[in-house]
């Protein structure tokens, strides 16, 4: 009796114990199951991240404009570069003899055309002269007529008198139309206005600007990234020397599920976590823009789902986040990290796509931007000692003008 009474006693306290169990593992549950509720409906559905993200930057590759050896090299990888700042050189002992040929024979031209309006000067001088001979010409034939009449000269004498101003009047004539070609091969301008002279001045400007080309320089400030460039390499218009990364304008490509795009919206906040610092450091960015296409659509090689057997793939949209240069600066990323971001998406109302036009250029350089007039004043000097001052009143014209090109 005492047997059954402890044997029914061990199982109502381990009824008791499961219970008791039981209680505490769906209360656990309950409780889990509250607080990811509370989550989701206070946090989680107002925000998207994914570990897909990288950081992406722009990649300034630098060339030359013209042909030449590398003699100097002025910036290595990881070195920084200012705007502006040369680094890398070409020989220029070309560029300097070329330079000297247009100057040679824009002195050339120069004379010549200044013999040209002499010889337009000699013919202003004759024509003056044909005028004066015609009227002399003229007014020996009227004393004659008047003397004529009288009989005090002969018939003969008239004759010949009407004669000289025949004579006189055809060499006006052809003096003139000698002048009337000598003014339309010049026209109405100086020596320094002339075409020809205007022609070898251009060969100046652009013998001086290959020479301007052979120092090569940054066009942003930065850090040199890549440098394919050897010293003694003849190099080519076009082949890139260096590669330059602007630090301050690295920004997020983040990869969201398709799934996850609908309520993104252009200027939401996100938070970047990189792995390079870990939880340490958190980046405020806001959305610049989400991509027009898939990662799938822009490859190299696109999938072909009509062809086969198929199945679905989750595609993903690379969206676009801008980073702020302060914390940039003071925690400095790498083009290829590997972050986390996440989009909080409480505010909506912003745009899909931009909804005007940029107004602001991506990026600018004014290093190309040249001013010639360091060339201008030589060729005016070249022309002002070739040619006379009363001649070569266009020396200030001298060219077509610039305000700055791109060299």
């Known amino acids: 009796m005492d047997a059954q009474v402890e ?12 219970t008791r169990w039981l209680i505490i593992v769906v209360a656990a549950f309950a409780i889990l199951g509250a607080g ?3 989550w989701w409906g206070l946090y989680g559905r107002f925000h998207e991240s994914t570990d897909d993200a990288y950081v992406a ?10 042909s030449g050896t590398v003699v100097a090299i002025d910036a290595d990888e990881t070195d920084y570069v200012q705007a502006g700042q040369e680094v890398v050189r070409l020989d220029d002992t070309d560029a300097r003899i070329a330079l000297q040929q247009a100057e040679d024979q ?33 007014t020996d034939l009227a004393r004659r007529n008047s003397l004529g009449r009288s009989g005090a000269v002969s018939a003969e004498e008239i004759s010949h008198a009407q004669e000289a101003v ?15 070609g000598g003014t339309a091969l010049l026209g109405r301008t100086g020596v320094a206005d002339n075409p020809d002279v205007q022609a070898a001045a251009t060969a100046v400007k652009s013998a001086w600007l290959a020479l301007r080309r052979t120092s090569i320089h940054a066009p942003v400030s930065g850090y040199i990234a890549r440098r394919p460039v050897q010293l003694g390499e003849r190099t080519t218009p076009g082949n890139p020397m260096v590669s330059i990364v602007p630090l301050d304008r690295l920004r997020v490509e983040a990869n969201f599920k398709e799934v996850q795009l609908n309520h993104m919206r252009i200027g939401q906040p996100v938070k970047i976590v990189a792995d390079l610092y ?12 989400l991509g027009l296409g898939t990662g799938a659509a822009f490859a190299l090689l696109p999938a072909q789902n009509a062809t086969g057997n198929w199945i679905k793939v989750v595609q993903r949209v690379p969206v676009r986040i801008a980073l702020d240069p302060r914390q940039l600066s003071a925690h400095p990323l790498r083009i290829g990290l590997s972050t986390r971001a996440t989009v909080d998406i409480h505010e909506t109302s912003g745009p899909q796509l ?24 030589r060729i005016a000097q070249i022309i002002a ?10 020396a200030s014209k001298v060219g077509p003008a610039h305000d700055g090109s791109a060299g």
């Open 106 to 138: 824009l002195a050339k031209v120069v004379r010549q055309v200044r013999t040209v309006f002499t010889s337009r000067d000699e013919l202003s001088a004759i024509l003056a002269q044909r005028r004066a001979d015609l009227s002399r010409a003229q």
């Open 354 to 377: 931009a909804p005007a036009p940029r107004k602001e250029p991506v990026l600018n350089t004014d290093i190309y931007v040249i001013d010639f007039s360091e060339i201008t004043a």
């Open 36 to 38: 990811a509720a509370a």
């Open 7 to 18: 044997s029914s006693s061990k199982a109502q306290i381990m009824r008791s114990r499961r």
């Open 278 to 289: 870990g939880g340490q450091v958190e980046y405020p960015g806001t959305i610049a823009g």
């Open 166 to 180: 025949n004579a006189a009047r055809q060499a006006l004539i052809a003096a003139e139309q000698n002048l009337a």
């Open 57 to 66: 930057g722009d990649l300034v590759n630098v060339s030359s404009q013209v």
């Open 385 to 394: 000692d070739n040619a006379p001052s009363d001649l070569g009143r266009g």
